[in-house]
């Protein structure tokens, strides 16, 4: 059964029904589907994925490295970093191989150094690089000057960012193609392979659409995220024994929790707020709900803030996300929050953080840059005034 209908584009004078492209024929191959996402990669819904790795800076295509050619290499900002496979899934054994390719050139990377990231780039990004003056450092935050998200490290923190997503396999994974299919156990086994790294596997569709005028509708769809594979840690602590060249062993197996939260540990969330700076910000908060009586309690893209009820019932606060936050309005009116609370509550946050949505249920938005001691006083001030109205009920 289609999991999609086909769009219709409306205009003011007409009604489009564009037709579907067939991924592989004509000039619509592997290889014009790399040159799309390297001169366009926001079609790739990567903030639904895994938003610490946004925004994509492309760092281009056929990247060479010890097992072949990344097909699109992308940095962010902050110096995460992302591999992206591009497959046209009519070849039955390509759709065998390529979750181990991509996972082999993963395993490439991480024995780079900061410096054969810069060299890779230099040499396949073109005109742009052949200036002495070029970093790879000045490139990343240049792109990421046009979508608003540059600024946030200096160079030496942005070096340090990404050679430490180079030497721990910190890497966003996409295989890219217009009808994945996956055999979600053989992911795993190749997953459990490479237990040294730490990445985040997901499988991308596109349906691009054909316009007039040479124009292209691409709609992506993310169909499988795979992270955190339960992997058994085995300790083993040898004992000298009380007899010469005797040794005693000790094994203990510690299984993942099942229930653990699916996304970032709380020791991975710091450790990418500290590099773009807004670690601070995040502990004040959490200072300053655990005088007010609110706890923490870690997400999948970093924590909520909640208030525990008289009935014992949590009544959510805040999300708090790398670079930003969002209220979680919606969940508070169960608990009989009224709206005119929530809607105070908003708006204080707005006054503080312009760049939050209008939506009405679960606004969202970025700290602002610099956003200073002042803004998070502020911050507490309008969740203090939230938690004290709450209490009054």
Same mark, same amino acid.
């Given at each position: 059964?289609?999991?999609?209908?086909?769009?219709?584009?409306?205009?003011?004078?007409?009604?489009?029904?564009?037709?579907?492209?067939?991924?592989?024929?004509?000039?619509?191959?592997?290889?014009?589907?790399?040159?799309?996402?390297?001169?366009?990669?926001?079609?790739?819904?990567?903030?639904?994925?895994?938003?610490?790795?946004?925004?994509?800076?492309?760092?281009?295509?056929?990247?060479?490295?010890?097992?072949?050619?990344?097909?699109?290499?992308?940095?962010?900002?902050?110096?995460?970093?992302?591999?992206?496979?591009?497959? =046209?899934?009519?070849?039955?054994?390509?759709? @065998?191989?390529? %979750?181990?390719?991509?996972? &082999? +050139?993963? #395993? *490439?990377?991480?024995?780079?150094?900061?410096?054969?990231?810069?060299?890779?780039?230099?040499?396949?990004?073109?005109?742009?690089?052949?200036?002495?003056?070029?970093?790879?450092?000045?490139?990343?935050?240049?792109?990421?000057?046009?979508?608003?998200?540059?600024?946030?490290?200096?160079?030496?923190?942005?070096?340090?960012?990404?050679?430490?997503?180079?030497?721990?396999?910190?890497?966003? =994974?996409?295989?890219?193609?217009?009808?994945? @299919?996956?055999? %979600?156990?053989?992911?795993? &086994? +190749?997953? #459990? *392979?490479?237990?040294?790294?730490?990445?985040?596997?997901?499988?991308?569709?596109?349906?691009?659409?054909?316009?007039?005028?040479?124009?292209?509708?691409?709609?992506?769809?993310?169909?499988?995220?795979?992270?955190?594979?339960?992997?058994?840690?085995?300790?083993?602590?040898?004992?000298?024994?009380?007899?010469?060249?005797?040794?005693?062993?000790?094994?203990?197996?510690?299984?993942?929790?099942?229930?653990?939260?699916?996304?970032?540990?709380?020791?991975?969330?710091?450790?990418?707020?500290?590099?773009?700076?807004?670690?601070?910000?995040?502990?004040?908060?959490?200072?300053?709900?655990?005088?007010?009586?609110?706890?923490?309690?870690?997400?999948?893209?970093?924590?909520?803030?909640?208030?525990?009820?008289?009935?014992?019932?949590?009544?959510?606060?805040?999300?708090?996300?790398?670079?930003?936050?969002?209220?979680?309005?919606?969940?508070?009116?169960?608990?009989?929050?009224?709206?005119?609370?929530?809607?105070?509550?908003?708006?204080?946050?707005?006054?503080?953080?312009?760049?939050?949505?209008?939506?009405?249920?679960?606004?969202?938005?970025?700290?602002?840059?610099?956003?200073?001691?002042?803004?998070?006083?502020?911050?507490?001030?309008?969740?203090?005034?939230?938690?004290?109205?709450?209490?009054?009920?």
């Amino acid at each position: 059964m289609r999991q999609h209908g086909s769009p219709v584009v409306i205009t003011d004078k007409d009604v489009i029904k564009p037709d579907l492209v067939s991924l592989g024929e004509g000039d619509y191959d592997e290889r014009w589907l790399q040159d799309l996402l390297c001169e366009h990669p926001d079609v790739l819904p990567i903030y639904e994925i895994e938003p610490t790795f946004a925004p994509l800076v492309s760092l281009g295509t056929e990247i060479g490295c010890a097992p072949g050619s990344i097909d699109n290499l992308f940095i962010s900002p902050s110096g995460a970093l992302t591999i992206v496979e591009t497959k =046209l899934w009519r070849n039955p054994e390509a759709r @065998r191989q390529v %979750v181990a390719q991509i996972i &082999d +050139y993963a #395993q *490439a990377l991480s024995h780079w150094s900061y410096e054969d990231l810069e060299s890779a780039a230099m040499s396949r990004i073109g005109d742009e690089a052949k200036n002495q003056d070029w970093s790879l450092y000045a490139w990343a935050q240049s792109l990421g000057a046009k979508k608003g998200t540059a600024g946030a490290i200096d160079e030496k923190q942005f070096v340090d960012s990404a050679s430490k997503h180079l030497a721990e396999g910190r890497f966003l =994974l996409l295989i890219v193609g217009d009808g994945i @299919r996956t055999d %979600v156990e053989s992911m795993v &086994d +190749y997953l #459990q *392979a490479t237990p040294q790294l730490h990445f985040t596997l997901a499988l991308v569709e596109l349906a691009i659409y054909r316009l007039p005028d040479r124009q292209h509708l691409v709609v992506p769809r993310t169909t499988a995220r795979i992270k955190d594979i339960p992997r058994a840690t085995v300790q083993v602590e040898v004992r000298k024994g009380a007899e010469p060249d005797k040794f005693a062993v000790d094994v203990r197996v510690e299984i993942p929790d099942d229930n653990a939260a699916d996304g970032l540990t709380d020791q991975e969330f710091r450790s990418i707020c500290v590099e773009q700076g807004t670690w601070s910000i995040h502990e004040r908060l959490r200072e300053a709900a655990q005088r007010m009586g609110a706890d923490r309690r870690l997400t999948a893209q970093g924590y909520s803030l909640y208030l525990r009820s008289p009935d014992g019932d949590d009544i959510p606060l805040l999300w708090g996300k790398v670079n930003g936050l969002q209220l979680p309005l919606w969940r508070m009116w169960p608990h009989n929050v009224p709206t005119d609370l929530t809607g105070d509550y908003r708006e204080r946050v707005k006054a503080i953080i312009p760049s939050l949505t209008e939506a009405a249920n679960e606004p969202s938005g970025e700290f602002p840059q610099p956003f200073d001691e002042t803004d998070v006083d502020a911050l507490i001030e309008a969740l203090q005034h939230l938690v004290e109205q709450i209490r009054l009920m």
